[in-house]
C-alpha cells in the first residue's frame, strides 16, 4: 500500500499529498459508507492528530469510556458534531480535541482534511489531519475518555493489518474494517478513515 519509508514524511509531503484527489477505489474497497436513506444527518469532524516523535510518526487515539450511550469502550479519533458557532470543520475538530483531550489547539499545525467519510446513522464525518510537535500536554475529559494512546503511523501503511468483516443489522448486509494492535482492535469508521489515509500517502511512492 505504502512503498516510501515512514520517515519520508513530514508536514509539507503531508499536506501536499491532501491537496490531491482523493482515491479512486471503489468506496466499499475503503469501506467508506452511506447514509440510511431517512435518516437526519448530522455534519461532525475529528482530528487525526500526527505526532511528531524521535523514532518516526506516530497517530493519537483515544478510548471511549464504557458507560457512553453511543460507541462505548470503542477507539477513536478526538471529535464531534458540528457546532453552530463552529466557523468550519477544522474549527470543529480542535475544538472538540480541546475539549476531550485538553490538547490546546495551539500545538497543532491542520495539514488538510480527508475525504468525508459518510455513516448509515447519518453522520458526516470530516477527518482533519493536525501535525504535533512535542512538548505537548493533554487532559482527558473523564466522563468520554478512558485512555488516551499512540500508535506507530507505520502499522497502519501495510495492507495485510486490515481485517475484513461482515455482518447483518436491521436487514441489511454491512461491511467494516478492524485493525488489532498489540491487544488494541480499531474497527469501524476509525479504521476506514486509517485505510483512506494510508492510500493518500501512497502517493508519495508514486
Request: cysteine-free; overall charge negative.
Given at each position: ?51 511528531a516523535r524521535d ?36 474549527d470543529t475538530a ?107 500517502l501512497a502517493a508519495?511512492?508514486?
Open positions: 500500500m505504502i512503498s516510501a519509508p515512514e520517515r519520508l514524511f513530514d508536514p509539507a509531503t503531508i499536506s501536499a499529498l491532501l491537496r490531491l484527489p482523493p482515491p479512486t477505489a471503489d468506496p466499499l474497497d475503503l469501506h467508506i459508507g452511506e447514509i440510511t436513506e431517512g435518516t437526519k444527518v448530522n455534519d461532525a469532524a475529528v482530528l487525526v492528530p500526527m505526532v523514532g518516526g510518526v506516530n497517530l493519537l487515539f483515544t478510548q471511549r469510556t464504557p458507560h457512553l450511550t453511543a460507541h462505548a469502550g470503542q477507539i477513536s479519533f478526538p471529535g464531534g458534531r458540528v457546532e453552530a458557532t463552529d466557523a468550519g470543520r477544522e480542535l475544538r472538540e480535541t480541546e475539549e476531550e483531550i485538553g490538547l490546546a489547539r495551539r500545538h497543532v499545525r491542520v495539514l488538510g482534511t480527508l475525504p468525508v467519510y459518510p455513516l448509515p446513522s447519518g453522520f458526516r464525518i470530516t477527518p482533519v489531519v493536525g501535525w504535533i510537535e512535542a512538548p505537548f500536554e493533554t487532559q482527558p475529559d473523564p466522563f468520554e475518555v478512558a485512555d488516551i494512546f499512540e500508535i506507530p503511523l507505520a502499522h497502519f501503511l501495510h495492507p495485510t493489518r486490515y481485517q475484513r468483516h461482515e455482518y447483518d443489522f436491521n436487514g441489511r448486509h454491512r461491511h467494516y474494517l478492524a485493525i488489532p494492535y498489540e491487544g488494541r482492535y480499531i474497527w469501524g469508521a476509525t479504521a476506514g478513515m486509517l485505510m483512506v489515509l494510508a492510500r493518500v508519495r511512492g508514486a
